[in-house]
């Protein structure tokens, strides 16, 4: 009897609750068990729990679908007990083929989930996730990437629009080419979500989007403290720190507020010969305030500075012959130094339970010079061809969208009204230089754009199984170019141009969705060839369809297949390293694309991308009609492994096949199959991660290019194949401390 009471006397309860991370809200139906796998209770309605523990210390264990595990040991007697856990939508079960999806459509979920399941570590690490995407760096690491998707080559962001938090980061008539989209500034941690367009679809996208476009928002709250420390072969050094200035303190009203900044520093020397000496400084402040229970601000400052060295292209024949290894560099005083700013603010009204407004009003500040030798000596045997791109920006601009629901008396419909208007004010200009020194002024140019945009967006669902999206897009440019040197002289021009689309999606069953899409848009253009060239549009047509479906099979796997077509009026190619432009006249792509996602176990997934395009200039002779640059076939995939304990890895790999270098097809840039590798351990308190990329150290050329040349002791140019080479074996080492 006295044993029996002991016993008895040593059960002691515990009382507590589980929120979730993200909204602070309970979470009901939570397991609450031992390391024996023994049930202790279940939390309630409103996620809190009462459980009984026989002794201390006791290791608990709270689970529930689609959150995080989460283990606490309680080395002593505790009361009452906080738990909060991490949200993890990766189950594929989750998906819903649905055409009555806000997004629209299921794809668009896969597509977050891989943003999940896939390691994460930079921006372009997120442009990667894009089915059918690939980018190539050939500058050091300071410089835009190289964008490619449905048989474009894209420039660094001629025919891909990017935004973030709304605000538009390709860059028209810019020193280095037309739409240049440059992501360093953004870092990666701060993005909560990112949706991805494919095609000229979209009505409330505009400029540059006609092969696609990617939209990332920003966190408007951290509910927990981070510092992160990574290091890497090559002397690639990366620090971050995110932190919340204000929590559930008030500062300027009662109602919700949240602020937070985040600092991240990176310097690279990486694997080249001559040291890249990459700097690199990214700060991004949020302010997030309820105005009242209808109104919300959000405003946010982020600042981007870098500056770099870079070994650039080289020819094939130097390496072929010995005098050049594939890291080396025949001029590495290349480089350059970019500023950005961006301050943005954005009001979300609800005015009443069918209306919803948005205003927008946002400033850009770009600075940039870089320094390239694509020719060496060909056009100064003496002092080399050495060239300084440089342009100061200023970018003022306003957004607002009303979105009515019902406004037509359609029970499940939504009218949405958009309107924009963004001011380019640019200073360009290009130097021949001896290295980073001037020699000579080029030219000097002033470019004013200003840009207004309208839409009409109508969203209707017909039946439960037929959905339309239907609208219209108006947009009107005017250039003004003044020359200020080497002769002063000035034009402008103005133009339309009016985008009708339309999208249809049908739910064959449910789970199977059919849909087709037809959308006319306008492929993006420089100030001086909308100037100066008087016998094409300043804003070529470009018309798109696609067709394709979206099923699921069972509960564990999860497709989509397409075709596509696009062709554009014109097909401008920019040399911007020489302020031309050239009209290659109409083109047209056609191709095909598939996507897999896997799910055989809970912890286990498998997903592949099959890509295909071909393209084609419709004005030139049959022999010589291929266009330049555009990949034809292209996969990426790979597994992922994630376990409850914390446990994650990722084996990826990404295939690149044979490109045409120039329209006759006699020139052919090589395929390339790399695979990377990352581990992580994540507990509620820290992550510990490695990353291997290029994990069998496989040879291959990153950015691809068919030119001119001349070096040191030849006596005329030669056309030859100039590359920079891809990324050998290496590994990169993180540590992250939440708080």
């Known amino acids: 009897m006295c044993f029996s009471l002991s016993i008895f006397a040593q059960n002691k309860t515990i009382n507590g609750k589980v929120t979730d991370l993200e909204t602070q809200l309970g979470i009901a139906q939570v397991r609450i068990q031992t390391t024996n796998k023994k049930l202790l209770g279940t939390t309630n309605d409103v996620g809190e729990f009462s459980i009984v523990s026989e002794s201390f210390p006791i290791k608990l264990t709270f689970l529930l679908h689609g959150y995080l595990q989460k283990t606490i040991i309680l080395k002593k007697e505790v009361t009452y007990l906080n738990v909060i856990l991490e949200k993890e939508t990766t189950q594929l079960s989750e998906i819903i083929i649905s055409s009555t999806n806000e997004k629209i459509l299921g794809i668009q979920k896969v597509s977050k989930i891989s943003l999940q399941l896939r390691p994460i570590s930079s921006a372009q690490d997120f442009l990667k996730t894009v089915p059918g995407l690939f980018i190539a760096q050939h500058a050091g690491g300071g410089k835009a990437e190289q964008i490619f998707l449905r048989g474009f080559d894209n420039d660094h962001g001629t025919d891909f629009a990017v935004l973030v938090d709304d605000i538009g980061i390709n860059l028209s008539s810019h020193g280095h080419g037309q739409g240049y989209a440059d992501l360093h500034f953004l870092i990666p941690e701060t993005i909560q979500t990112a949706d991805y367009y494919k095609g000229p679809h979209e009505v409330s996208l505009g400029n540059f989007a006609v092969s696609g476009a990617a939209k990332f928002t920003s966190k408007d709250k951290l509910y927990r403290n981070l510092v992160k420390f990574e290091y890497g072969q090559y002397d690639f050094v990366r620090a971050l720190a995110m932190l919340s200035l204000l929590d559930e303190n008030s500062f300027l009203t009662k109602n919700n507020e949240s602020a937070y900044i985040a600092i991240e520093g990176t310097y690279n020397n990486s694997f080249f010969e001559s040291s890249q000496n990459l700097r690199r400084l990214n700060t991004f402040t949020k302010y997030t305030i309820s105005l009242s229970d209808k109104h919300e601000l959000k405003t946010s400052i982020s600042t981007f500075h870098s500056d770099w060295n870079a070994s650039g292209q080289i020819p094939l024949r130097a390496v072929n012959n010995g005098s050049l290894t594939k890291y080396g560099a025949i001029d590495d005083k290349e480089g350059g130094d970019t500023k950005r700013i961006h301050i943005n603010a954005q009001l979300n009204s609800e005015l009443s339970d069918k209306i919803h407004l948005t205003n927008q009003l946002y400033y850009v500040s770009n600075k940039y010079n870089l320094f390239s030798n694509f020719s060496f000596f060909q056009n100064d045997p003496i002092n080399g061809d050495m060239i300084h791109q440089q342009e100061d920006r200023n970018i003022y601009a306003y957004k607002g969208n009303v979105s009515i629901k019902k406004l037509l008396q359609i029970p499940n419909s939504t009218t949405t009204f958009g309107w924009s208007v963004e001011y380019n004010d640019n200073n360009i200009g290009l130097n021949n230089n001896i290295g980073r020194t001037l020699r000579e002024v080029v030219n000097r140019f002033k470019i004013k754009e200003t840009n207004y945009g309208l839409f009409l967006k109508e969203r209707i669902q017909i039946t439960t199984k037929l959905t339309v999206l239907a609208g219209i897009r108006g947009d009107f440019f005017n250039f003004n170019l003044k020359e200020i040197f080497p002769t002063a002289q000035h034009g402008s021009t103005s133009a339309f141009r009016l985008s009708p689309k339309v999208s249809v999606f049908y739910d064959a069953t449910k789970n199977m969705q059919l849909y087709a899409k037809a959308s006319s848009g306008f492929h993006s253009n420089y100030a001086n060839a909308a100037v100066t060239n008087k016998d094409v549009s300043p804003l070529p047509k470009a018309i798109g369809y696609d ?108 295939y690149l096949g044979e490109r045409p270098l120039i329209e006759d097809e006699s020139v052919i840039a090589q395929d390339y199959f790399i695979t990377d590798f990352v581990v992580n351990y994540k507990t509620s308190k820290y992550q510990i991660g490695l990353s291997v990329e290029n994990l069998f150290d496989h040879e291959w050329r990153e950015a691809v290019f068919y030119d001119s040349s001349q070096l040191q002791g030849e006596v005329q140019p030669v056309d030859d194949i100039h590359f920079t080479p891809g990324t050998p074996f290496s590994t990169k080492l993180s540590l992250t401390y939440f708080f």
């Open 547 to 654: 067709i394709g479906t979206e099923f699921k099979i069972g509960e564990k796997f999860v497709g989509n297949l397409a075709a596509f077509y696009l062709q554009s009026d014109s097909e401008f190619v920019f040399v911007s390293d020489g302020f031309e432009f050239e009209n290659k006249g109409r083109s047209r792509r056609l191709g095909s694309e598939a996507s897999f996602r896997y799910q055989p176990l809970p912890y286990f997934w498998l997903d592949t991308d099959l890509n295909y395009s071909f393209g084609t200039l419709l004005d030139a002779p049959k022999t010589e009609n291929k266009i330049p640059s555009a990949p034809r076939f292209t996969s990426t995939g790979g597994a992922t492994l994630r376990l409850q304990n914390g446990i994650k890895a990722s084996l990826r790999y990404r």
